[in-house]
């Protein structure tokens, strides 16, 4: 019995016969290299990185670029208005605000900077102990953290730093301190995101050690949101150490520092705008590269975000 094919169902000879098409994966695009890929095609990493890279050569090169002595006083110039000799004009002692601000750049990013490191590493270990033991020792740990929590973070800081006196020093372990119960947080949700994988429990089921476990499977998987909350709480750290100082409690004058230079200038304001002026817009600035850095870095390393 033979069978005909239909004129409908009957193949087009004028169009080509085409297979299936075959899924081939692509080559190089490891999700490592694909997160620095969107990181570095994201327009915020480009504006923010060239901020960023201004500051650091400002504070690299302060002694090069300064055109004046930061604590050199001369009555003569006091509260001179922005001219070419003094382009961003002087305090109210003669001291040139360029020359200030260019130094101040320098203090200002090793207090972010070891804000930052101390409360990234102080955090991140309370928050991988708390996520993975989890029982007692995650209620205790994160009641302490609750209770840091209760404060603001300004306050906090604020607080510990009348406490321990005034000084670099002081600001710094005070930022560091106000910042570890946010890494904490972050941190033991990200752990308890991963603890109950299959890698994690073959692991402990064959008798590795915890800290082994830790180490080898646990913080690689909950690295990336601890990294974009480091670029970000960069930004705070500097807003926060800067507070301080204006408060007078933090990094006292001569000392070039932005936010005690906001608040040396704070008294001559109607008569000299530029002595405030100049230390606030650099502090606007760089938070404003950081956040931009910690949003393009957000954005590489979540999987969704990449992908539209």
């Not at 604020?158 to 406490?163: G, Q, S, Y």
């Not at 005070?174 to 890698?199: E, H, I």
């Not at 913080?219 to 150490?241: E, F, G, R």
């Not at 100082?245 to 530029?274: C, D, H, I, K, Y």
Request: aromatic share 8%.
């Amino acid at each position: 019995m033979s069978t005909s094919l239909t004129p409908e169902l009957m193949p087009d000879p004028k169009l080509p016969v085409t297979a299936e098409p075959e899924v081939v994966p692509a080559r190089g695009t490891s999700p490592g290299r694909a997160k620095l890929l969107a990181f570095l095609r994201h327009r915020g990493t480009w504006i923010g990185g060239s901020l960023l890279v201004v500051f650091l050569l400002m504070a690299a090169l302060a002694p090069l670029l300064a055109p004046y002595d930061p604590l050199a006083v001369n009555a003569d110039v006091g509260l001179t208005a922005p001219s070419w000799a003094h382009p961003m004009g002087t305090d109210d002692f003669g001291r040139d605000i360029l020359s200030r601000v260019v130094y101040g750049s320098r203090l200002s990013l090793v207090v972010g900077f070891s804000c930052v490191a101390i409360s990234a590493v102080v955090g991140t270990l309370i928050g991988l102990l708390a996520g993975y033991f989890r029982g007692p020792t995650d209620s205790v740990l994160m009641r302490v953290m609750d209770v840091l929590l209760a404060f603001p973070g300004l306050v906090l800081a604020l607080a510990l730093a009348a406490v321990m006196g005034r000084g670099m020093l002081s600001v710094i372990v005070a930022v560091g301190v106000a910042g570890v119960p946010t890494f904490a947080r972050v941190t033991r949700g990200a752990v308890l995101g991963v603890v109950n994988t299959d890698y994690v429990l073959a692991a402990r089921a064959v008798g590795c050690r915890s800290t082994w476990i830790l180490r080898r499977h646990i913080l690689p998987n909950v690295v990336a949101p601890v990294i974009v909350m480091t670029t970000l709480y960069l930004a705070y750290a500097v807003l926060y150490a800067a507070s301080i100082s204006f408060l007078g409690v933090g990094v006292q004058p001569p000392t070039a520092e932005w936010g005690a230079m906001t608040n040396a200038g704070r008294g001559v304001l109607v008569q000299g705008w530029w002595v405030s002026t100049f230390p606030s817009v650099m502090i606007m600035l760089f938070v404003l590269a950081v956040n931009v850095m910690g949003d393009s870095l957000r954005d590489a390393l979540d999987s969704k975000l990449r992908r539209s």
